[in-house]
């Protein structure tokens, strides 16, 4: 890797008048300061153009469209991508922020040339910006070589199942990004992350840094918050169509068979509709959950069939969907 890499930081935002600054003083005040920002505003309607044009770094680039919504985020991220002219891509939505030394950290993980992208814990923040968890949860130790991706396609062990993989705190080469095609949005995905790196483990190692290195902050107006049965849906549509493509060797290889991926993506609708409180239609899904998903989730499914049988409203005990992630 030659010297002082430029690093192109992808910034999709849309009525971030609350965050934008935040985000923007974060990568600033990186300790590694050769990079580019391009900030790309999807037709906000609130005052965060005029808090972007505050801001006079020559580094920092405003691009405003026209509002394409969350369903066309791939043509989104990647018309910054073609705009962009860095050796690195790291992402870092309008509501989210880094730790000041996240790139210095990240940038010599690729001096091995195997590796395609880094990734490290993520910092889960509430709309104050204070830390209320990390992902992921487990220990790095206990899962090296499988966050690592060594051999390469080894995470998928994971990614089939869950996704670890804070955006915020991603950065892969552009080159390998553009030989899959850029970022990736089946038709059901109100997202772009998840399904690019699943075809990204398929080009090379990963290199996991057992330390915060980004924040995503979760607030009432987020997509993720708004759109959760979607997501869910997405995500099982976009676990069946990968997987099917695999090459059967790695299937092999992963331990993994269709009916865990089937019992997984029962268990991601049901509990998608639990929240949403469609009763009925839970249920179903959570029945051929306990059939068929790995053990944990045979027990998650078979509290979420109780919860819908009794029409528990767990909005009282805590934020429903928080509570709901905290015990699933």
């Keep these: ?184 949005q089946p038709s059901l995905a109100p997202y772009v992350d998840y399904p690019t790196w699943l075809e990204m483990s398929l080009k090379g190692e990963f290199r996991f840094i057992n330390e915060i290195m980004g924040y995503w902050r979760q607030h009432s107006s987020q997509a993720t918050a708004k759109m959760f049965k979607e997501q869910m849906i997405g995500h099982a549509q976009i676990v069946n169509e990968f997987y099917r493509k695999l090459p059967p060797d790695l299937k092999k290889s992963l331990k993994i068979n269709y009916k865990l991926i089937k019992g997984n993506n029962c268990w991601l609708r049901g509990k998608a509709e639990l929240i949403n409180k469609e009763w009925q239609g839970s249920r179903k899904e959570l029945a051929e959950a306990v059939l068929s998903a790995p053990f944990l989730i045979k027990l998650k499914s078979i509290l979420g069939l109780v919860i819908s049988f009794f029409h528990a409203d767990l909005e009282k005990i805590a934020k429903f969907k928080r509570f709901l992630n905290g015990i699933f």
């Design 1 to 184: 890797m030659k010297n002082n890499p430029l690093v192109s930081i992808i910034t999709p935002t849309y009525n971030h008048e609350k965050y934008i600054g935040k985000c923007i003083e974060s990568v600033s005040s990186q300790t590694y300061q050769n990079w580019e920002q391009i900030i790309i505003d999807d037709g906000s309607t609130d005052k965060t153009p005029e808090i972007i044009k505050q801001y006079k770094d020559p580094r920092i680039r405003y691009v405003r469209q026209k509002n394409l919504s969350i369903w066309r985020l791939a043509k989104t991220y990647n018309k910054v991508l073609n705009l962009s002219k860095g050796e690195f891509v790291a992402v870092l939505e309008g509501d989210d922020f880094w730790p000041e030394k996240k790139l210095e950290k990240q940038l010599p993980c690729f001096e091995n040339n195997k590796v395609v992208l880094t990734w490290g814990k993520g910092g889960i923040v509430d709309a104050g910006g204070t830390v209320i968890g990390e992902i992921p949860l487990k220990d790095f130790q206990r899962h090296k070589t499988i966050y690592q991706n060594i051999p390469k396609g080894n995470i998928l062990k994971k990614l089939l199942l869950e996704n670890p993989l804070t955006a915020a705190t991603v950065m892969v080469r552009k080159n390998v990004l553009l030989e899959i095609g850029g970022f990736k």
